[in-house]
């Protein structure tokens, strides 16, 4: 078969602080001269890891949301049965309250993995402003959204991303992320992207899963990033400005950037400061222009430029890849068989 390099793609799922809209910021933090593997403990609806994992010779992702995990596994290893099954999805109230309510008694445990990506899927894509947020039972909570022909099964962006988890070697996973520790070497990166400090006392929103993110889990968070340092790991955290972080992170790098919300609680669209913490200064500092990126390429067909305005803030294209991995000072994007 041709071989073609593995191209850069949407993130897999809406996702309450997503980074797809903040990338350009955020990337010129990238060290210099990157090292093999590529960790994300918190990976969310993967925007950084369809960025830069086709720079690196494997991948590690994870998130203790099982049903995100779940997703992840199934769109990568079986394609065609997910976008049959969303295709028979409808935009309804009466059909999204009884998939919503699918995790109450029996469970979700009585489902198979297919039929929790499908109904995890179309719940992102018909509830409230796409939000995932769970009550203290696990149960997903989020009330009925209010769109003009929703699209269920976003065909083309499921496609794109089934193809890059199998052309990228990653391994996926969903366990505490402190549990990745004896995975972690010295050749591996990690962008660290966790629920985040609150910034006030009515800025709470960690409810992605039943696990509550409170100071104590920031300071044991910090415990795992010193033990990273301690190993010679090189990471990137992206965190709040509260005044929490900058009083943990005192030790190390910490720079500010202007962040867009893509998504909160009540649906505002708005720019925050957040940080950047870092356990080096060896910034690429400048990354190229993103201006378009193009779609997969099907079979032996040459690939076309398809992107909208929208798009096109959205996702990097092998261009973008390409050059960023010239300024990183990194070999030219691996070939892959397909």
Request: proline share 4%.
């Amino acid at each position: 078969m041709e071989q073609q390099n593995c191209t850069c793609t949407w993130p897999l799922v809406k996702w309450v602080g997503g980074k797809s809209r903040n990338l350009k910021s955020l990337l010129k933090f990238l060290p210099r001269n990157l090292p093999q593997v590529y960790v994300e403990p918190f990976v969310g609806s993967g925007a950084v890891y369809f960025t830069l994992a086709s720079l690196f010779k494997s991948s590690i992702i994870n998130d203790i949301n099982p049903e995100l995990i779940n997703t992840y596994q199934e769109v990568r290893d079986n394609f065609d049965e997910v976008i049959a099954h969303l295709n028979e999805c409808i935009y309804d109230l009466n059909f999204y309250l009884k998939m919503r309510n699918l995790d109450r008694e029996p469970g979700l445990d009585k489902l198979t993995s297919l039929q929790r990506c499908v109904r995890f899927i179309a719940l992102s894509r018909t509830c409230f402003n796409g939000l995932y947020r769970v009550n203290k039972k696990g149960y997903f909570n989020v009330p009925f959204g209010k769109y003009v022909n929703p699209v269920i099964c976003d065909e083309e962006r499921l496609r794109s991303c089934s193809k890059f988890l199998q052309l990228n070697k990653t391994e996926i996973l969903s366990v505490d992320y402190t549990s990745l520790l004896d995975k972690i070497g010295p050749d591996s990166f990690v962008y660290i992207d966790p629920p985040y400090a609150p910034i006030s006392d009515t800025s709470y929103f960690t409810s992605y899963q039943q696990q509550i993110w409170d100071d104590k889990e920031q300071k044991r968070l910090l415990e795992f990033c010193d033990a990273l340092d301690k190993k010679g790991v090189r990471f990137m955290a992206s965190n709040s400005t509260a005044h929490l972080i900058f009083d943990l992170y005192r030790h190390y790098n910490i720079n500010t950037l202007n962040a867009l919300r893509s998504i909160n609680a009540q649906g505002d669209r708005n720019t925050l400061k957040e940080v950047v913490i870092t356990n080096y200064d060896d910034f690429i500092e400048t990354i190229p222009a993103i201006k378009q990126r193009p779609s997969y390429a099907q079979g032996s067909q040459q690939e076309q430029i398809v992107y909208t305005k929208e798009e096109s803030d959205l996702a990097f294209s092998r261009a973008f890849g390409e050059e960023l991995a010239k300024v990183a000072k990194l070999p030219k994007l691996r070939k892959v068989k397909k």
